[in-house]
């Protein structure tokens, strides 16, 4: 049997195999986001197939990154009990198989389900490269290392909606939730070679299942209050009990949290301010990152007519050049600054954003593609600036639950701007049932205002 310690590793793979070990967590990754986008080009073939509106289908999104949200605070405790290797082996493999379930879903909640199955185990598996990258490389390479392995989180939002139009256009929709399983699937072989087995590892302690179901039980709520706000006639009284139950939900898991011995999030980490604001910024970041891509195909193909393949082109310049960017922003955030770097990407997406909401109706493929190309550089330039500011500071013991807040930060933003977006869509113009562009046009003037308040605590942010 293989010596997995740190120091088999480096005996049987030289320096190189720091390297190794982030690229299995890359496709880890790459699966988690690829499953995440790659839906997206489906999602009007699905609703035609199915015969839902837009207000439903949208959980195929939701679902999945509220889910996501949820799980992933556990991943700090289960790198504690059993360590990285196993951990993300196991989260991998039942994240082949639930993917392989929902491409032959019967209903549309046989699919939701799936989705949502898929996220719960991509949120184990997200925390994990950032957890990595910050225990085995020094602090001058970790902006490198996430620069390297970012590349991971951009290319399968360039390459899923490709993918997906591919697979949407010439087989059908169901193929989009077979394409992540040989991912993952290499992806446990990888882990179970090339990752390292813990030095050493803390006494056990009881995991927080309290607060898990307070918090899933929290977010499922909000996103369910705001799915009924969708069709609000005859629903007023259920909502504000719902958000009555949602407030007392959250009041009722901090002082959980407060109060547990091992908490599901330490709170003290936000009470150092770098850390709190680098938080708020990856809410805004997820919610840039996930809004626009939910946005962008679902607007071209439903009012510009564009195929599902045609979406998918469009997107991959976008992620062709987010690509590139991202090694760059990585070295730039062990130089500069994380809030001067992070600022400039929000100005950067912002102007995306407007351009989209100004010139969308009239603006030729080739324009569109320029516009989303913008947004990926702005968030190409935000992700590791973010991780590095927030995580460089804390302790080594600290970066387990650090790195599972950041990741829970910016996949509740993601969750909480799909459904706001979702719901902006729905409130907006329609005809023939079909939202307009004023509908879309709302939605990125929206996107755009959110992420551009984010910039108010990025400012608070020291190097």
């Known amino acids: 049997m293989p010596d997995n310690s740190v120091e088999g590793l480096k005996a049987r793979y030289g320096d190189r195999w720091r390297w190794l070990a982030v690229l299995t967590v890359v496709l880890?990754?790459?699966?988690?986001?690829?499953?995440?986008?790659?839906?997206?080009?489906?999602?009007h073939d699905i609703m035609l197939e199915f015969g839902i509106r837009q207000g439903q289908v949208h959980w195929l999104a939701t679902g999945f990154i509220a889910a996501m949200t949820t799980t992933?605070?556990?991943?700090?405790?289960?790198?504690?009990?059993?360590?990285?290797?196993?951990?993300?082996?196991?989260?991998?493999?039942?994240?082949?198989?639930?993917?392989?379930?929902?491409?032959?879903?019967?209903?549309?909640?046989?699919?939701?389900?799936?989705?949502?199955?898929?996220?719960?185990?991509?949120?184990?598996?997200?925390?994990?490269?950032?957890?990595?990258?910050?225990?085995?490389?020094?602090?001058?390479?970790?902006?490198?290392?996430?620069?390297?392995?970012?590349?991971?989180?951009?290319?399968?939002?360039?390459?899923?909606?490709?993918?997906?139009?591919?697979?949407?256009?010439?087989?059908?929709?169901?193929?989009?939730?077979?394409?992540?399983?040989?991912v993952t699937l290499l992806g446990v072989w990888m882990a179970w070679r090339f990752l390292p087995l813990p030095r050493s590892r803390p006494a056990p302690y009881p995991f927080d299942i309290v607060g898990l179901i307070l918090l899933g039980t929290t977010i499922a709520l909000t996103l369910d209050t705001l799915t009924r706000l969708q069709a609000l006639t005859g629903q007023e009284v259920r909502i504000v009990i719902q958000a009555l139950a949602v407030l007392a939900l959250l009041v009722g898991f901090v002082i959980r949290e407060r109060r547990a011995r091992h908490p599901l999030v330490n709170l003290v980490l936000l009470r150092q301010p770098v850390f709190l604001f680098a938080t708020l910024g990856a809410m805004a970041l997820g919610l840039a990152l996930f809004g626009s891509t939910y946005l962008i195909p679902l607007f071209v193909q439903t009012t510009l007519?564009?195929?599902?393949?045609?979406?998918?082109?469009?997107?991959?310049?976008?992620?062709?050049?987010?690509?590139?960017?991202?090694?760059?922003?990585?070295?730039?955030?062990?130089?500069?600054s994380a809030r001067?770097?992070?600022?400039?990407?929000?100005?950067?997406?912002?102007?995306?954003?407007?351009?989209?909401?100004?010139?969308?109706?009239?603006?030729?493929?080739?324009?569109?593609?320029?516009?989303?190309?913008?947004?990926?550089?702005?968030?190409?330039?935000?992700?590791?600036?973010?991780?590095?500011?927030?995580?460089?500071?804390?302790?080594?013991?600290?970066?387990?639950?650090?790195?599972?807040?950041?990741?829970?930060?910016?996949?509740?933003?993601?969750?909480?701007?799909?459904?706001?977006?979702?719901?902006?869509?729905?409130?907006?113009?329609?005809?023939?049932?079909?939202p307009t562009f004023q509908a879309f046009a709302s939605a990125w003037w929206l996107v755009a205002a959110f992420v551009a308040l984010a910039a108010l605590p990025v400012w608070k942010m020291r190097a």
């Open 28 to 43: 880890g990754t790459m699966a988690t986001v690829l499953s995440a986008t790659v839906v997206n080009v489906a999602l």
């Open 72 to 182: 992933m605070l556990a991943s700090a405790w289960l790198l504690d009990r059993f360590g990285v290797r196993l951990t993300l082996a196991f989260a991998m493999a039942l994240f082949t198989l639930i993917s392989i379930a929902g491409g032959f879903a019967d209903t549309p909640g046989q699919l939701i389900v799936a989705r949502i199955g898929q996220g719960a185990m991509a949120g184990l598996m997200q925390p994990m490269g950032m957890y990595l990258v910050f225990r085995i490389f020094p602090a001058n390479r970790r902006g490198q290392a996430m620069g390297i392995y970012g590349m991971g989180v951009i290319l399968a939002p360039a390459l899923g909606p490709v993918l997906g139009g591919f697979l949407v256009d010439q087989f059908n929709w169901r193929y989009v939730m077979f394409a992540p399983a040989p």
């Open 305 to 336: 007519g564009f195929s599902a393949t045609q979406a998918g082109l469009l997107m991959l310049p976008a992620g062709v050049v987010l690509g590139i960017i991202f090694p760059l922003a990585g070295r730039l955030a062990d130089r500069r």
């Open 340 to 434: 001067s770097l992070v600022l400039f990407g929000i100005l950067v997406f912002a102007v995306s954003a407007t351009l989209f909401a100004l010139t969308g109706e009239y603006a030729g493929f080739g324009w569109l593609a320029f516009w989303a190309v913008l947004g990926r550089i702005g968030i190409g330039f935000m992700l590791p600036a973010l991780s590095t500011g927030a995580l460089n500071p804390l302790a080594p013991e600290q970066l387990g639950a650090g790195s599972s807040t950041i990741n829970f930060a910016r996949q509740l933003g993601g969750a909480l701007g799909v459904n706001v977006v979702a719901l902006t869509i729905e409130f907006g113009p329609h005809q023939g049932g079909v």
